[in-house]
């Protein structure tokens, strides 16, 4: 089957197969590999650099009108003030390329006034492409993806990303992972947040959350995940996330269950409903949750 893709994601197919190449041929000598820090645990490889040029240079030959927000060089290439604008994340995963752990992939999307439209995650090492357009479904290489059908919070494989920045809420995530394990089958930690939403698409990880991920991280996964028949949004439910550093995806079910979870670790949760939260996730009862660690019908 010859998969008939949308021109634009055609486009980021190239790039971010060009950036692949630049990461796989790197990696395979990853010890001289000059590596810097951006900020405590923050870092940026030469690779990185090297892989979002090949990527600027492939969507701005086709589509000189565009602007472009990527990772490492925020806006100053591209159209400044198109309706049209690429996000980009040249390497996700960087601290894992670096140990040379092969969990990383290059995340490409295309926003038109602020919605996200076109979408490719590349997986380099496996191979992967995941491709989205708004509208056409969710791909995996050539076929069609969907979300997991699991509905129970019990049975499902949750992905997340721990805190490492200075200034992050250790305890806080230590409290919200206590809760998601208890309830769930596993809890991962992969490392590439664009990758973990792409695996909530493809049906292989049924939710995702993380806090102070940035819009680069989330805007291609988002998409497939939307796609692929999940639902986004940060950690009370509200569909928009891109710059809120607050993102839940997940099934359906699923996604329900994790709001009446994480809701009370949000920061656009109103105080007192905040405080209620705690005292319930202190004590909860058999009335807002069930045998099964699902919340009530009206998160569902």
Request: proline letters at 4%; charged letters at 20%; aromatic letters at 8%.
């Amino acid at each position: 089957m010859t998969l008939n893709l949308h021109p634009m994601v055609n486009v980021a197919v190239k790039a971010a197969r060009t950036a692949g190449n630049i990461i796989n041929r790197a990696a395979l000598d990853i010890e001289s590999v000059r590596v810097s820090q951006k900020k405590a645990n923050d870092f940026v490889t030469e690779v990185d650099q090297a892989a979002e040029q090949a990527i600027i240079e492939t969507l701005l030959t086709a589509y000189p009108g565009h602007g472009i927000w990527a990772e490492e060089s925020g806006k100053e290439h591209g159209a400044k003030d198109s309706e049209f604008v690429w996000i980009i994340d040249p390497l996700d995963g960087t601290t894992n390329f670096i140990h040379g752990l092969p969990v990383y992939c290059v995340s490409i999307a295309l926003a038109v006034r602020g919605k996200v439209e076109q979408a490719v995650v590349y997986d380099p090492t496996r191979n992967d492409l995941f491709t989205a357009t708004k509208g056409r479904g969710a791909y995996l290489n050539d076929r069609r993806i969907r979300v997991s059908k699991r509905t129970q919070l019990k049975e499902s494989l949750i992905s997340t990303g721990f805190p490492f920045r200075q200034g992050d809420n250790f305890n806080q995530y230590l409290k919200m992972m206590g809760d998601v394990m208890q309830r769930t089958a596993g809890l991962r930690r992969p490392g590439a947040a664009a990758l973990d939403l792409a695996y909530v698409a493809a049906g292989y990880t049924e939710g995702f959350f993380e806090l102070g991920l940035q819009p680069w991280d989330v805007a291609a996964g988002s998409l497939l995940v939307t796609e692929a028949g999940g639902l986004v949004g940060n950690f009370t439910g509200e569909a928009e996330f891109l710059d809120q550093q607050e993102m839940l995806a997940g099934t359906p079910r699923v996604y329900g269950q994790l709001v009446g979870l994480l809701s009370k670790y949000s920061k656009f949760a109103p105080a007192g409903e905040k405080a209620a939260l705690r005292q319930a996730a202190a004590a909860p009862d058999e009335a807002t949750t069930g045998d099964d660690g699902s919340v009530g019908d009206a998160l569902l």
